[in-house]
């Protein structure tokens, strides 16, 4: 019982990170097609606000892929590693390019292709590993036994390029329900040439399995062939509803639309495959780790798993309703909305320093604090019963302070911001009222 439920964690931990990570991804991909800058820098905005929160839930599936279900991970993983790695590699450029992007004064046009390109790059890497996963990789005994090219299919090309669909539909959905004006009219218009487009992938991708080797579906079970054809009427529905609803109000229902099509397609596959877990013949029980990590598992992530979802729900919260960019003007930047001078204008608005002790002691807790948790790490995870070396806790906290300290002297001489305890007028060569030359 216990292995069903670490599977369930996994099922809705990816499931989440699909949903909600999947239409930020598409939004990305479409900054590629638009030639309108300000509304590229606006997708970006619009984005930095959730994607943060959206990716956390790969995380945790790949937690309980590992600690719960060692099998498929062991399977899987040596198969799909170059895809993988590329994946994460996109994804730190996508979140580099989201940052710089969000932090320049104006719309910057290498960022910016950095950040759709990345996002390009880690829907196709995904459509890869899943089309791989699911065409079957070579395993015996619980093995991989294929070559570095294994997870390379006609099917896996496939899936790459059908999700990459499905991530623009609901990224479309999104800008829908989020935006005005010509971006808002934009996405009306994408939404149903996408939603054509995800239809003919899902038909094409859903029959090649099947065609391919049709004992890996056993639909002669009635539940099962019941709790399938009902996730696809579901789904049939739900793209209905999203086709009617691009260009019409209210503006949330195709995005909810394109949420529900994307869920109930997740539990139509699972309905196909369970209780296999790694095509061709990898099952859950094989798969699963011993009773007592199920149990720990369980308890740990799902006790994660409400403070994620409260993060999902709070970003969302804060950020609800329609998208409007700032205005950016020097004086908003630099003026607290209430200091004026005797003269009624508006006065230089400097925050209060913060004390240089206060810095160090915030900073070496947090280095101590994370050397604390690598060694809690290793007496967990590693099988070893002893602490890391103290010697060694010292080196590396003494050479994560220096650089941190160093880093900081030198952003200061720099100018690129002012080190606590000082102000503005403090800095070399700075003329009064805090300006430089």
Partial sequence: MSEYLTYALVLLSLGAYVVLDGYDLGVGMLSLFDRDERRRREYNELIATAWDANESWIILAGVALWAGLPGAYATVL???????????FAVILRGMGLEFQS??????????????????????????????????????????????????TPYSVL????????????????????????????????????????????????????VADPQHFPFEQPLRAALFWLAVAAAAVCGAVAWYGFGRRPDWR????????????????????????????????????????QVFLVVGVGLCMPFVLAYNIYAWWVFRGKFREPERQAAAATTAPDDRSADGT????????????????????????GILLAAVSQDIFGGESTWVDPLGVALL?????????????????????????????????????????
């Avoid at 890869?128 to 619980?142: D, E, K, N, R, Y």
């Avoid at 240089?356 to 915030?362: A, L, S």
């Fill in 78 to 88: 040596p198969g799909v590693y170059p895809p993988l790695i590329a994946m994460l």
């Fill in 103 to 152: 932090a320049s004064g104006t719309y910057r046009r290498g960022w910016g292709l950095l950040f759709g390109g990345a996002s390009l790059a880690v829907a196709l890497c995904q459509g890869l590993v899943i089309g791989a996963v699911l065409s079957g990789l070579p395993q015996q005994g619980g093995h991989f036994t294929g070559d570095a090219l294994a997870w390379l």
């Fill in 159 to 210: 899936c790459a390029l059908g999700l990459v669909c499905v991530y623009l539909l609901a990224g479309a959905a999104w800008l829908q329900d989020k935006t005005e004006g010509t971006a808002h009219a934009w996405a009306g218009r994408l939404g149903r040439p996408l939603l054509g487009a995800t239809v003919v992938a899902a038909l094409v991708l859903g029959f090649g399995p099947e």
């Fill in 254 to 293: 195709p995005f909810a639309a394109v949420l529900g099509a994307e869920a109930a397609g997740l539990l139509a596959l699972v309905a196909a495959t369970v209780p296999v877990v790694v095509p061709p013949s990898l099952t859950l029980h094989e798969a699963s780790s011993p009773h007592g990590s």
């Fill in 346 to 369: 508006a006065a230089p608005f400097t925050p209060r320093p913060e004390s240089r002790v206060v810095v160090i002691v915030r900073r070496t807790l947090l280095t101590l604090l």
């Fill in 397 to 437: 906290a003494g050479t994560a302070l220096v650089a941190w300290i160093l880093g900081d002297r030198r952003a200061t001489r720099l100018g690129e911001y002012d080190l606590p305890g000082g102000l503005p007028g403090d800095l070399p060569g700075a003329l009064p009222g805090g300006e430089r030359p």
